[in-house]
């Protein structure tokens, strides 16, 4: 089988391929075909959701089984979801907080008002439920953006109301990270929490959350997991004795969102702080503050600095960047003498949006992959490909995703396998981790 003819074969290869087949194997003996679609005959003796969520990691949801409904909460704004198994009845409303939404699962029709739950979709393989998009302009899926030129998703319509109540009726469902303007859909809208959850494997499991309303726990379960053990084998390789520091600036230009006054921040988010000490750095975000009124006080702070992550949202390559923080190639700055300058926009659409507010989201592994490649590159194969976080000071380019990128297979995976590149003669190359990757694919297939 697929597994003995790799020859990325190594001991922790293999307990990695075995973890996600046991995980597979409740899933084969599951009643799939009460999960998948609408019970014919309800029997009130009958569990129908024998495959159950444990939150792990993330810290703003919950869940809860009964026989025929799950009670999922969104802790962090306090809204909780009762999705009853389509062809079961619902349980009595009085029993529930009284902003309490109702659902049937699995979920068929869906809108999304954010990008961010588009990449959660396409990941547990449901984008055919994917009926509108806002802000479709920035989704970075390539097959997305195919839909939304084809017709078969219809972007939501931002000036004419009455057009845009009208696109609402025809979803079930709408999943939103904030309370939609639009008070007729609040009463369907599911708030996501993932981009408040602190920490990049928090963030990763939302992928179980989302995949609660379509009935898809097992396969989530298996991700999340592959997520989690790549994610922290990562983590152990880069754990080196040398700790480069890395900072995360923007520069605000003057406008009249800020009083015309330009500044200089340092970023202390945890997911990135989180990030960056799981990928063998030092964070830094300033030592009395993160926020800077000149370049001259920005660069004073940061140079000690040996990686730099760009966040400003305009300016992209290294012209740009020395202008925005008042820097030149002779400074002598670390990051810029190491030539170790990393922006967000690695992956982004024909109007850069960006796939780093989408899909990075859902797969930490990949993003700490990006990280260590940046803090610590010794670590990763000479050739690893880089996802979002491209290099300004080396001209590492974006990579574009387009309607004409639209393979349909699943998303593809951005991670290599991290268990695969150090094998006992230490000289595994990416493609030879990827070819990892397709093993593991091809065992969950031939299941
Ligand atoms: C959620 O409810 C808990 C207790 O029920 C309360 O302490 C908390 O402040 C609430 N949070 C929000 C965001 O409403
Ligand atoms: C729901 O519960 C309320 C209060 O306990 C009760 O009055 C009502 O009849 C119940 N409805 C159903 C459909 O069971
Ligand atoms: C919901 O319950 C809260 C108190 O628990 C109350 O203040 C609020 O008015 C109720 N809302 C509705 C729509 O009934
Ligand atoms: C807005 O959309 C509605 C419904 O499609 C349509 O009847 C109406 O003419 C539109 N209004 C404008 C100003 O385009
Ligand atoms: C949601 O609200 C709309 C009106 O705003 C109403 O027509 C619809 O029945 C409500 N749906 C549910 C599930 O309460
Ligand atoms: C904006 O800047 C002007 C001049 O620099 C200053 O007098 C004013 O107090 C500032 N306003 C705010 C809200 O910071
Ligand atoms: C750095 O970020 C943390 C939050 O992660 C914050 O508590 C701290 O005050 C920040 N440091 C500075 C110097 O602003």
Redesign the pocket.
Known sequence: MAVQSTPVASSRYYTYAIGALLLLVPFLAMPVQAQADCVAKYDATVDYFPIQITVNDAALFSVRYEKNYKIVTNTAVNQTFVLTQCGTPAPNATSFANNTLFFEVPVKNVASLATTAVAFIELLGRRSTIKAVDTEGLVSSPCVQLGLTDGTITGLEDKNMTLRAEQFKSVDLVFSSMTPGDADIRNKTVLTSEVADPGPLNRAEWLEFYSSFFNLEAPAQVMTATINNNYNCFKAAANKETKPTIAWASYDAPSVYNNNTASWK?D???YK?ILSVDAGATFF??????IFLTAAAFADAVKDVDVLIDETFVGDDIAAFYKNYDLTATSTHKFIQQKAIFREDGIINPNDGRDWFSGAIAMGDAVLQDVVRAVHPEVLPSNVPYNWLRNIAKSETKKLQTAADCVNTPTPKRAIVCSAMKGSDGSKTAAGALTGVLALLAVALSL
């Open positions: 340092l202390g988010a945890a702080r975000n300033g030592t009395s503050t993160h």
